[in-house]
């Protein structure tokens, strides 16, 4: 089987392959900081580190950019509204992304680069842009790109040229607008950019540079003219990323990115969740009303990425469920240990690592790969109650493709192994021995006992037939 992903630019499902195997470049367009992230966003942000994952789980090695947006109308509005520097308003939503990021368990990228530390790119991207004639310099000092000089422009949003509104300039890079027509790639500065620190020369003028050329900058300095895969949520299709796509490729004559991958929107009640609309939550709500960050990616992960979600708490609850179900099981596989496994655990075993491959293959089916996790789940727990299953030796192996296979999703809550599931674990074993004794089958009783000591529990029989559970700090046997 091999990786099928669907492509915005051919509108179809096709056979991944990276252009030089075993690497995949990957750049995501990361967060405009001027105030937190969203849990809208970290559902792009988390697709996307579902789709790194995996293809790092399928063998390939991973080059990942993600860009911060430090710079543009929304930082700098936000900056001069608190009356302070554009870098002392970013940098502790900055902090605040990575914080976030990392309580979702979003591998980090192996760059993040800030736009206003690559402002000299910028400038000599424009002035290629200025060299080639597709771009021109306007009254008012803004550098703009002229899209009817890139024939080849609107092929990724299909937007029709003539629904463009024909001479209208965009000047603004917010971008929740209409038209697009001759995008922005320098705006001169003004009063207000200067007040907050952004504005450098160029030999085009003293501004700063627009949203959409600086990930067309950053990504071809760090990966190059090609990239792979290039990633974001669908409201980036245009005109952001038809901007990136007329930008790099008027300037290196080469196609900019092989594969575009969009994530569907996140609502809330039916609406698309935006600092705008004021009905977004953040990550860190999640954190602190208690939320495991698994629970909340097995909540993403019900939901095809080209889907849009809503969001809603009993869904959350249901999600915490299902991914604590999952913590239960590890739990109960982790304490039996061991190096090789039976045939029983083989055959289960086998069909969770090819129906989750067939699943993920399948253009990232994140709910199917763990629809296939929930029945070896059950399975397996069938497994573990029977005899059969306990008198099995060991689940090593079963266990380290349990964890490769959800640590691609990272739906299982961290407290796993922790004393509760621990205790929960022990008591099981303990009556299980007990009903072993009743049987006379003592040495299988004495395993358990054994199994028991070497987790740090001592188990008593009592005269009712019952049993008594003690935690003993070291293990006498184990050592
Ligand atoms: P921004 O910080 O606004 O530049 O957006 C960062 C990422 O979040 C981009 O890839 C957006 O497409 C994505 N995004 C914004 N709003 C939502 C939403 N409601 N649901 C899913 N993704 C979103
Ligand atoms: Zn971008």
Request: aromatic share 10%; proline share 4%; net charge negative.
């Amino acid at each position: 089987m091999t990786l099928r992903l669907f492509n915005t630019l051919s509108r179809a499902v096709e056979p991944f392959a990276p252009l030089a195997p075993p690497r995949v470049t990957l750049y995501t367009c990361g967060p405009t900081v001027w105030n937190y992230a969203h849990i809208g966003n970290f559902r792009t942000f988390v697709f996307e580190d579902v789709l790194r994952r995996y293809l790092e789980y399928i063998g390939y090695e991973v080059l990942h950019v993600m860009n911060l947006t430090d710079v543009d109308d929304r930082t700098i509005n936000a900056a001069s509204a608190a009356g302070v520097p554009l870098a002392v308003h970013t940098r502790p939503f900055t902090q605040a992304f990575f914080e976030d990021s990392g309580y979702l368990r979003i591998l980090p990228a192996h760059h993040y680069p800030a736009a206003t530390a690559f402002v000299p790119q910028m400038v000599a991207l424009v002035s290629r842009l200025l060299e080639k004639g597709v771009a021109y310099q306007g009254d008012d000092g803004s550098v703009y790109f002229a899209i009817d000089r890139f024939p080849a422009y609107g092929r990724l949003s299909r937007v029709e040229m003539r629904e463009l509104k024909a001479g209208a300039r965009v000047s603004s890079d917010e971008y929740a607008k209409e038209d697009a027509r001759d995008f922005v790639l320098w705006k001169a500065a003004r009063p207000e950019d200067e007040a907050v620190g952004a504005a450098w020369d160029a030999p085009f003028g003293r501004g700063r540079p627009g949203w959409h050329l600086e990930c067309s900058a950053m990504s071809q300095h760090y990966l190059g003219d090609t990239i792979d895969i290039h990633a974001g949520g669908v409201d980036l299709i245009f005109p952001h990323h038809e901007d990136e796509i007329a930008q790099s490729e008027a300037a290196t004559g080469e196609p900019f990115a092989r594969f575009w991958l969009h994530g569907e929107f996140l609502l809330v009640e039916g609406t698309k969740m935006s600092k705008r609309y004021g009905n977004f939550l953040t990550a860190r709500d999640l954190r602190e009303d208690g939320w495991d960050a698994a629970a909340v990616r097995y909540l993403l992960g019900q939901t095809h990425y080209r889907k849009q979600l809503n969001f809603a708490d009993d869904a959350l609850k249901a999600a915490a469920t299902g991914a604590s179900r999952l913590a239960e099981f590890r739990g109960r596989l982790a304490s039996l240990g061991g190096e090789s496994s039976g045939e029983a655990w083989r055959a289960l075993e086998e069909r969770l690592v090819r129906d989750f491959g067939t699943a993920m293959d399948d253009d990232l089916d994140v709910a199917r790969a763990i629809a296939a996790i929930m029945d070896f789940v059950r399975d397996g727990n069938r497994l573990l109650d029977a005899e059969a299953g306990l008198a099995e030796a060991g689940r090593g192996r079963v266990l380290s493709t349990f964890d490769r296979l959800t640590g691609v999703l990272q739906i299982v809550p961290s407290g796993m192994g922790t004393a509760g599931d621990l205790d929960t674990w022990a008591h099981d074993l303990a009556r299980q021995r007990a009903a072993y004794r009743r049987e006379k089958e003592w040495a299988k009783a004495d395993e358990v006992r054994k199994l028991l000591l070497e987790k740090g529990f001592d188990v008593r029989d009592t005269k009712d037939g019952g049993y008594e559970l003690r935690r003993v700090t070291r293990a006498p046997s184990a050592t």
